[in-house]
């Protein structure tokens, strides 16, 4: 159950955001502090038991200290229990566990009473193996009489797994088994399908872009497969606040799911600053790297220091105070880095404190998890660095502050992450320190985007035919499909299965559509993405590290790539793409590797288009060619030390991108000579990327752009960006419906950005592959502005 023990901690004083963000932003560092927003406490909203609970459950409940509810709670109870599909969007620590475990547990103790002793089943559905194995512990630690709770992934014991399929009433698992054990199995499943009642989804804001695609499919096989057995299973899904998160469920599942979004559980106030790193003294020392691979692009000193070395600083400073912190830093490297920053600073002034601080990169096994719960809460540690992975995993209830380097990705993660401060009776304090990035940048100046809007959509698209196409083979292979399901499938779903019939992958005979080959359907999907991957092979041991789908293949593990895998170091020897593996050997040559490319796009066809003035804004399909041809290799301080030729096919890419165009002389009026368009065009494409999740939940890694003085589809010069999975994911699409926002804050960061020529924080992408030439910083303001003057006034 994630309800915090609310009750005041008897042994600390109450915190003082206001004290402790004066001592940070004391001195020169005043004008590092850009905002400061108050969030308002929020008082708890009760509702009583409802009176179809059984008795054990609330027992159970009240044995654990839990006698009351909070509103939302009730509600998403009530719902699932009356059959409706439900989805529960509330705020991190509000207890959303509960909402359907009441349900839940209700169920499998009334079914306890059949003849089998298992009338009624569940399933429980999370991203990740921790999550699912939290969940256990917290079913467990209720200890309802009767209920028999299993967790069943890729580590369950073949002994353990049939006990489970045969007795287990809750089974906690993740979708990756569900696609490729249980339902290609579905009839040893049988008698367990055929009582399920719920299908918990939690966290489903996770299931975004592709990875949401992917889901909503495996939804729609589990929910005919379970319709084989007589069974319609009630969804319950739990999400962090999205903004529509009815709407996103009802992608996900393909049925109508109501949502619950009153949040009632109640919140101290907290006090939230946004912080914008100092510049760099000259002369001083190289900066920390924010993720290792992704900075020293222009050889050029950046502008200001990084969000590490900022957040190291300020994470220190509050261990001084005495208040007890966590930092969250985007990779886990990013997360090494801050704490010996921190330790380092500390050693100097308060050598006894360097101690108190810890890294935490997610991962560890349940013992070491608790080992740090415990200096956490006796107060042992008081500084803790992490990347995100804390979400899932361990307990750090009780803390004042939080600090976040660099943007999360989303809003809702922002938030979320924020939340991870507060205990009860007193304020806390978040602190945002904006990284060398546009978005960053963008967002310590301009404080409306986090604190005046709602947190954005999560986008899917169920209909994408390269995830649809696989999944329907799969769906044939473990039932014939039939006419009647088609309508499940969405509209797409006759064409991909006529084209799957041409390729001989299924059979078409009179009562429906079969699986025609020998080997197993849901071998050829992997739900974290499309497409083949590569494994990443360690020479000495032949250990497989990890996978990279084959499309990043070509720029991140080429030969002579220096690759960062979980926080270690590789430089790899040797890619074939024959067999799909990445030799690699262990160590850190000094140097970093950057991958160069050229890359052109065709335009299959403009799905939707609409004209502003002269220009031209497309949505729709291109084909995406990209050469990797060379690699640069780089020594910390941005010296190229050489430029070595790489022999790589050229890949292409089907998917949907947003373009527009604009004619030459229009260009040359406002001020883009023909010879800047290039420089322009290209700049204004890499800050566009940049912005990008502020309109759509992408990162900028989902996405890639191409632009180009003379489209030979346009005839005109064109800027394009495009989502970096197969068919789309639904980014794009998102940035046309919202051009009109899209390049207005893309516009302004570019101009509001205090370097002269470019930097990171602007239009430098870490991920170009021309090495960031040619950009025009100047020129894309002049080029955006010019497009913005003809924005139809309601956009
Ligand atoms: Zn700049
Ligand atoms: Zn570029």
């Given at each position: 159950?994630?309800?915090?023990?609310?009750t005041?901690?008897?042994?600390?004083?109450g915190?003082?955001?206001?004290?402790?963000?004066?001592?940070?932003a004391?001195?020169?560092r005043?004008?590092?502090?850009?905002?400061?927003?108050?969030?308002?406490?929020?008082?708890?909203?009760?509702?009583?038991?409802?009176?179809?609970?059984?008795?054990?459950?609330?027992?159970?409940?009240?044995?654990?200290?839990v006698t009351?509810?909070?509103s939302?709670?009730?509600?998403?109870?009530d719902?699932?229990h009356?059959?409706?599909?439900?989805?529960?969007?509330?705020?991190?620590a509000?207890?959303?566990?509960?909402?359907?475990?009441?349900?839940?547990l209700?169920a499998?103790?009334?079914?306890?009473?059949?003849?089998?002793?298992?009338?009624?089943?569940?399933l429980?559905?999370?991203?990740?193996k921790?999550?699912?194995?939290?969940?256990?512990?917290?079913?467990q630690?209720?200890?309802?009489?009767?209920?028999?709770?299993?967790t069943?992934?890729?580590?369950?014991?073949t002994?353990?797994?049939r006990?489970?399929r045969?007795?287990?009433q809750?089974?906690l698992?993740?979708?990756?088994?569900?696609?490729h054990?249980?339902?290609?199995?579905?009839?040893?499943?049988?008698?367990?399908?055929r009582?399920?009642?719920?299908?918990?989804?939690?966290?489903c804001?996770?299931?975004r872009?592709v990875?949401g695609?992917?889901?909503?499919?495996l939804?729609r096989?589990?929910?005919?497969?379970?319709?084989?057995?007589?069974?319609?299973?009630?969804?319950?899904?739990?999400?962090?606040?999205?903004?529509?998160?009815?709407?996103?469920?009802?992608?996900?599942?393909?049925?109508?799911?109501?949502?619950?979004?009153?949040?009632?559980?109640?919140?101290?106030?907290?006090?939230f600053a946004?912080?914008?790193?100092?510049?760099?003294?000259?002369?001083?020392a190289?900066?920390?790297v924010?993720?290792?691979?992704?900075v020293d692009?222009?050889?050029?000193?950046?502008?200001?220091?990084?969000?590490?070395?900022?957040?190291a600083d300020?994470?220190?400073?509050?261990?001084?105070?005495?208040?007890?912190?966590?930092?969250?830093?985007r990779?886990r490297?990013?997360?090494?880095?801050l704490?010996?920053?921190?330790?380092?600073?500390?050693?100097?002034?308060?050598?006894?404190?360097?101690?108190a601080?810890?890294?935490y990169r997610?991962g560890?096994?349940?013992?070491?998890?608790?080992?740090?719960?415990?200096?956490?809460?006796?107060?042992?540690?008081?500084?803790?660095?992490?990347?995100?992975?804390?979400?899932?995993?361990?307990?750090?209830?009780?803390?004042?502050?939080?600090?976040?380097?660099?943007?999360?990705?989303?809003?809702?993660?922002?938030?979320?992450?924020?939340?991870r401060?507060?205990?009860?009776?007193?304020?806390?304090l978040a602190?945002?320190?904006?990284?060398?990035?546009p978005?960053?940048?963008y967002?310590?100046?301009?404080p409306?985007?986090?604190?005046?809007q709602?947190?954005?959509?999560?986008?899917?698209?169920p209909?994408?035919?390269?995830v649809?196409?696989?999944?329907?083979?799969a769906?044939?292979?473990?039932?014939?499909?039939?006419?009647?399901?088609?309508?499940?499938f969405?509209?797409?779903a006759?064409?991909?299965?006529?084209?799957?019939?041409?390729?001989?992958?299924?059979?078409?005979?009179?009562?429906?559509?079969?699986?025609?080959?020998?080997?197993?359907?849901?071998?050829?999907?992997?739900l974290?993405?499309?497409?083949?991957?590569v494994g990443?092979?360690?020479?000495?041991?032949g250990?497989?590290?990890?996978?990279?789908?084959?499309?990043s293949?070509h720029?991140?593990?080429h030969?002579?790539?220096?690759?960062?895998?979980?926080?270690?170091?590789?430089?790899?020897?040797?890619?074939?793409?024959?067999?799909?593996?990445?030799?690699?050997?262990?160590?850190?040559?000094?140097?970093?590797?950057?991958?160069?490319s050229?890359?052109?796009?065709?335009?299959v066809?403009?799905q939707?288009?609409?004209?502003?003035?002269?220009v031209?804004v497309?949505?729709?399909?291109?084909?995406?060619h990209t050469?990797?041809?060379s690699?640069?290799?780089r020594?910390?301080?941005?010296?190229?030390?050489?430029?070595?030729?790489?022999?790589?096919p050229?890949r292409?890419?089907?998917?949907?991108?947003?373009w527009?165009?604009?004619?030459?002389?229009?260009?040359?009026?406002?001020?883009v000579?023909?010879?800047?368009?290039?420089?322009?065009?290209?700049?204004?494409?890499?800050?566009?990327?940049?912005?990008m999740?502020?309109?759509?939940?992408s990162?900028?890694w989902?996405?890639?752009?191409?632009?180009?003085a003379?489209?030979p589809?346009?005839?005109?010069?064109?800027?394009?960006?495009?989502?970096?999975?197969?068919?789309?994911?639904?980014?794009?699409?998102?940035?046309?419906?919202?051009?009109?926002?899209?390049?207005?804050?893309?516009?302004d960061?570019?101009?509001?950005?205090?370097c002269?020529?470019?930097?990171?924080?602007?239009?430098q992408?870490?991920?170009?592959?021309n090495?960031?030439?040619p950009?025009d910083?100047?020129?894309?303001?002049?080029?955006?502005?010019?497009?913005l003057?003809?924005?139809?006034?309601?956009?």
């Open positions: 159950m994630s309800i915090p023990a609310r005041a901690s008897a042994t600390r004083p915190f003082d955001p206001d004290a402790a963000l004066a001592r940070l004391a001195g020169d005043a004008p590092r502090l850009r905002h400061v927003h108050e969030v308002p406490a929020r008082a708890a909203q009760l509702a009583d038991w409802p009176d179809w609970v059984d008795p054990s459950v609330y027992a159970a409940c009240a044995g654990t200290g009351s509810l909070w939302h709670q009730r509600e998403a109870a719902l699932a009356a059959g409706s599909h439900v989805v529960m969007a509330t705020g991190t509000s207890g959303k566990s509960l909402g359907y475990l009441l349900p839940v209700t499998l103790v009334e079914g306890s009473t059949a003849p089998t002793g298992r009338g009624a089943t569940a429980y559905l999370s991203p990740t921790a999550l699912a194995a939290d969940q256990l512990a917290r079913v630690g209720l200890a309802v009489p009767g209920v028999r709770a299993a069943y992934d890729g580590d369950t014991p002994e353990e797994r006990w489970i045969d007795h287990a809750l089974v698992t993740n979708p990756d088994l569900v696609h054990s249980l339902l290609p199995l579905h009839e040893r499943w049988a008698p367990f399908l009582r399920l009642r719920y299908v918990v989804i939690d966290e804001h996770v299931y872009g990875f695609s992917h889901l909503a499919a939804l096989r589990l929910r005919r497969v379970c319709a084989r057995y007589g069974a319609s299973p009630t969804f319950v899904l739990a999400s962090a606040t999205v903004r529509d998160p009815g709407d996103h469920a009802t992608k996900l599942v393909g049925l109508p799911v109501t949502p619950v979004t009153g949040d009632g559980s109640p919140r101290e106030a907290m006090t946004l912080w914008e790193p100092g510049t760099l003294e000259p002369g001083g190289a900066p920390l924010d993720d290792p691979g992704e692009l222009s050889g050029e000193t950046p502008a200001r220091r990084s969000a590490t070395s900022e957040a300020l994470l220190a400073e509050l261990v001084e105070a005495g208040v007890q912190s966590v930092a969250f830093a990779s490297a990013g997360v090494e880095a704490a010996t920053s921190c330790r380092r600073t500390l050693e100097e002034v308060q050598p006894h404190l360097a101690g601080v810890a890294a997610g560890y096994l349940p013992e070491e998890r608790r080992e740090l719960e415990r200096a956490l809460r006796t107060g042992r540690i008081l500084g803790l660095a992490a990347t995100n992975a804390l979400e899932l995993g361990i307990d750090i209830s009780g803390l004042d502050a939080v600090l976040l380097a660099g943007w999360p990705g989303t809003r809702a993660s922002l938030w979320q992450q924020a939340g401060a507060g205990r009860a009776g007193t304020r806390s602190v945002f320190v904006a990284a060398d990035d978005l960053d940048t967002v310590v100046n301009h409306e985007v986090v604190f005046g709602p947190v954005e959509s999560t986008v899917l698209d209909g994408n035919p390269h649809l196409a696989p999944h329907l083979a769906a044939a292979a473990e039932l014939p499909l039939r006419e009647e399901d088609l309508a499940m969405g509209p797409g006759r064409g991909l299965l006529d084209a799957l019939v041409a390729r001989g992958i299924l059979r078409r005979r009179p009562h429906g559509w079969f699986w025609a080959r020998s080997d197993r359907a849901s071998d050829h999907v992997s974290r993405g499309a497409g083949d991957v990443i092979v360690e020479k000495r041991t250990r497989v590290l990890g996978t990279v789908d084959e499309a293949a720029s991140q593990i030969t002579g790539a220096v690759h960062v895998h979980q926080g270690d170091t590789y430089v790899v020897t040797e890619l074939d793409l024959t067999t799909g593996t990445a030799t690699a050997v262990r160590g850190d040559p000094g140097w970093s590797t950057f991958a160069q050229v890359s052109a796009f065709d335009i066809g403009a939707r288009s609409v004209t502003w003035g002269p031209e497309s949505f729709g399909t291109v084909r995406v050469q990797v041809t690699f640069l290799r020594l910390p301080g941005g010296e190229v030390l050489g430029t070595h030729p790489l022999e790589l050229q292409t890419l089907t998917t949907k991108a947003v527009w165009t604009m004619p030459v002389g229009w260009l040359a009026e406002a001020g000579a023909e010879v800047d368009i290039p420089g322009a065009a290209h700049a204004a494409e890499h800050a566009g990327i940049g912005m999740p502020l309109v759509a939940t990162d900028r989902d996405i890639g752009g191409v632009s180009t003379l489209h589809d346009t005839g005109l010069p064109t800027i394009m960006v495009y989502d970096g999975h197969p068919g789309g994911a639904g980014f794009a699409e998102r940035a046309y419906e919202a051009f009109g926002t899209w390049l207005t804050v893309t516009r960061t570019v101009q509001a950005c205090r002269e020529t470019g930097c990171p924080a602007c239009v992408s870490p991920k170009c592959g090495g960031n030439e950009l910083k100047a020129a894309a303001v002049r080029l955006l502005s010019a497009v003057r003809h924005a139809p006034s309601t956009d």
